[in-house]
């Protein structure tokens, strides 16, 4: 069931660890784009599964 996935991208700065940019698209076609951690909460809900670029070696360096 493709409509419960989210592909998502998220664009950081590795000095400050700040998110710079979060981008998504749910297999609904729907779409986010933003750095608003919260309105990303939001899209995400009813979500079953996400699923990252590059999120193990570059994402989640982040502690």
């Not at 991208?9 to 297999?27: F, M, W």
């Not at 933003?34 to 982040?62: M, P, R, V, Y």
């Amino acid at each position: 069931m493709m409509s419960s996935i989210a592909f998502i991208d998220v664009e950081a700065d590795p000095v400050s660890q700040r998110i710079l940019d979060i981008g998504s698209v749910k297999g609904d076609g729907s779409s986010f784009h933003s750095n608003a951690i919260d309105k990303f909460i939001e899209f995400l809900k009813g979500t079953q599964f996400i699923c990252g670029h590059n999120i193990f070696n570059h994402d989640l360096w982040c502690n």
